[in-house]
């Protein structure tokens, strides 16, 4: 078992004075003996904004993306240091909109996820099959794939270390989820791929987690948490769901 975390990720969702409700609603969260760390993923945007609202708070600061440079000529882009100065804790890498959308290959992940951890930050490793590759039993290969090339470029010493949200492509935003079973499948064959120093590893499950699924995938044993779209624009459903993670 891994650390328990719930994450909240904003997606390109609201105002600087929706980011700035929201952050404040969630400030209050304290999970039984601090077991649960919360993380919320604002649009880059309002970070500012969400950090000063979770000053005095447990809960943790990430960002959705970060530029695989350090520095430089790169129009548009953010640095990991940059998100460290804004507070940050977290970054996502290789979520399945940006794979898609933006044609992040494999490579580029692994580049974003060792610039993000040699500078200090957390990264959270997004992985997952799209219906297609279910749909031909290459879900195990893929997710794999999609590991072993950040464990080639970043070493497994450091993956290990790192957060891995398995989010099967078809389930986020969809409404449709992975089965406790399915979920749980991929999340043990994960495991195995990490060997011993990914006992502890922090294993979450993403795509379209709400209050009524979260109970049972959360209690399947290789399921650390939950990486949360759509449920988490909502103070009261995500502080709903981050208690699963703890029952
Ligand atoms: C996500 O954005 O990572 C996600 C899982 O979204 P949703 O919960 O809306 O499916």
């Known amino acids: 078992m891994g650390r328990p975390l719930i994450a909240g990720n904003w997606k390109m969702h609201g105002t600087t004075e929706s980011a700035l409700k929201l952050a404040t609603q969630l400030s ?14 604002p649009p880059l945007v309002h970070l500012a904004v969400v950090s000063v609202a979770l000053n005095e708070s ?5 960002a959705q993306n970060v530029s695989q440079y350090s520095d430089g000529a790169y129009t548009g882009e953010v640095s990991a240091d940059m ?53 031909q039993d290459k879900t195990l290969e893929v997710v794999a794939k999609q590991i072993d090339a950040v464990i080639e470029l970043a070493g497994l010493s450091q993956v290990v270390q790192a957060v891995i949200a398995y989010e099967p492509v078809w389930a ?15 999340h043990r064959a994960i495991r195995a791929q990490l ?45 709903n769901i981050a208690q699963l993670v703890e029952a």
Do not use: W
Not at 32 to 39: D, G, H, T, Y
Not at 58 to 62: E, H, P
Not at 209 to 225: H, K, R
């Open 172 to 186: 986020i935003g969809t409404g449709e989820t992975a089965t406790p079973q399915q979920a749980q499948q991929v």
């Open 195 to 239: 060997g011993d120093a990914g006992r502890s590893t922090t294993l979450l499950y993403g795509g379209s987690v709400n209050t009524s699924n979260a109970a049972e995938l959360f209690s399947q044993p290789d399921i650390d948490g939950g990486l949360v779209g759509g449920a988490s624009l909502e103070a009261e459903k995500f502080l």
């Open 28 to 41: 209050h969260y304290r999970s039984q003996e601090n077991a649960v760390e919360m993380i919320v993923f």
């Open 58 to 62: 447990t809960v943790r600061l990430g």
């Open 83 to 135: 998100l460290l100065d804004q507070g940050c804790k977290y970054v996502l890498v290789g979520h399945s909109e940006r794979r898609a959308a933006m044609g992040e290959s494999n490579q580029l992940v692994a580049e974003k996820f060792k610039v993000a951890q040699d500078a200090g930050l957390m990264p959270i490793l997004c992985v997952g099959e799209s219906l297609e590759q279910r749909q």
